[in-house]
């Protein structure tokens, strides 16, 4: 896990507070950060919104109501703060089936996805 100080934390709550009012904003119902294994190739937003290292690709989803959900492989799931998240959702076969589910239950009307460019979204 990615060691921070407390005034990195308290940078990661204040971008988190902001993110439902941008999204509001920008009218966008959800962002999607698709993250691959950090190990290989970090998202750059990744750092501003959680201080973990993620080794399975996981989907971290930001509501314009505040929600926010992380889609996490299993083996992931203890690293994840449960302060940053209000559901953790972990996988063991393929983020995608727990992916769509989570995405059926918010239904959101617009997505923004982040993705690293060379990694490519779950797919089915």
Not at 61 to 68: A, I, M, P
Not at 90 to 111: C, F, H, K
Request: proline fraction near 7%.
């Amino acid at each position: 896990m990615t060691r921070i100080d407390l005034e990195d934390a308290s940078l990661i709550d204040e971008k988190l507070a902001t993110v439902a009012g941008i999204l509001d904003e920008v009218d966008i119902d959800c962002w999607l950060l698709w993250v691959p294994e950090t190990s290989q190739m970090a998202d750059p937003a990744l750092s501003l919104l959680l201080e973990a290292d993620l080794v399975w690709p996981s989907a971290l989803l930001y509501t314009r109501t505040g929600e926010r959900i992380a889609v996490v492989g299993a083996h992931d799931r203890a690293a994840i703060p449960p302060r940053r998240f209000h559901r953790i959702v972990p996988y063991t076969e393929g983020a995608s089936s727990a992916l769509r589910s989570e995405l059926a239950r918010i239904a959101p009307g617009t997505i923004a996805v982040n993705e690293a460019e060379t990694m490519s979204p779950p797919t089915g």
